[in-house]
């Protein structure tokens, strides 16, 4: 596809359930990143993936989040029992992967979670 | 650690006049960049502009300029001509080798009709 694609859009659950939310990052593009986007705040760090490379997972505000990355390409990231906090737009992002934090990450749409 | 700051949360302009947003970062590192990312209500986080540190021409994107001031660490957006379109949050964030980006807490931008 032409650009980061995400779903699903908005996911209502409620609280103490599971939900997975998908990324498909841009064609070609080795690192892939997840942020957490708070009601009126900036982006939060959760997680990177480069190629094969071991993710940084040092984001993760629990131990109830975790992600994978399939094939170098697609990432589901999952929230099990999931609390009111976890509320929050999830943003997905990809680059190219060659130049770190200097080159430019292209975004999804953003998941919006809402925990009832 | 390197920080990110952006002091106005909210600024609003008429449309068709001209705006700047304020964005300050920390840093003891040389090699690095900055962005401005724009998000409109859609949610979708959109690159306006971006600087590379070793480079002392300010960057421009059509009626986006920014005024990097390396010295001061200072990385203001200039938008001329504001359009109704250009209503959103604007991020400033700043990016080095390591891959994680550091991002300041936004500016809601609102142009008035």
């Known amino acids: 596809g032409a650009g980061v694609s995400q779903s699903p859009s908005n996911k209502v659950t409620e609280k103490g359930k599971d939900v997975e939310l998908r990324c498909d990052p841009i064609s070609g593009h080795t690192a892939l990143y997840w942020y957490r986007q708070s009601l009126g705040q900036g982006l939060e760090f959760l997680i990177y993936?480069?190629?094969?490379?071991?993710?940084?997972k040092s984001g993760l505000p629990s131990d109830r989040f975790s992600a994978e990355r399939t094939g170098g390409s697609v990432s589901t990231l999952t929230i099990q029992r999931t609390q009111q906090e976890d509320s929050a737009v999830y943003l997905c992002a990809s680059s190219p992967g060659v130049a770190g934090g200097l080159e430019t990450q292209y975004f999804g749409p953003g998941t919006r979670l809402l925990v009832l | 650690a390197q920080t990110v700051t952006q002091s106005q949360p909210e600024m609003s302009v008429q449309e068709a006049e001209t705006v700047t947003l304020s964005c300050t970062y920390d840093?003891?590192?040389?090699?690095?960049?900055l962005f401005w990312y724009k998000q409109p209500p859609s949610r979708q986080m959109i690159l306006v502009i971006r600087?590379?540190?070793?480079k002392q021409q300010n960057a421009t994107e059509n009626r986006f300029s920014v005024n990097f001031q390396k010295a001061a660490k200072s990385f203001s957006l200039k938008i001329s001509d504001s359009q109704l379109g250009d209503a959103a949050m604007y991020f400033c964030?700043?990016?080095?080798?390591?891959?994680?980006?550091?991002w300041g807490a936004g500016t809601k931008l609102i142009i008035k009709p």
């Open positions: 993936f480069q190629g094969n490379s071991a993710p940084d």
């Open positions: 964030a700043y990016g080095n080798s390591n891959y994680q980006l550091i």
């Open positions: 600087q590379e540190a070793y």
């Open positions: 840093t003891s590192e040389s090699d690095y960049y």
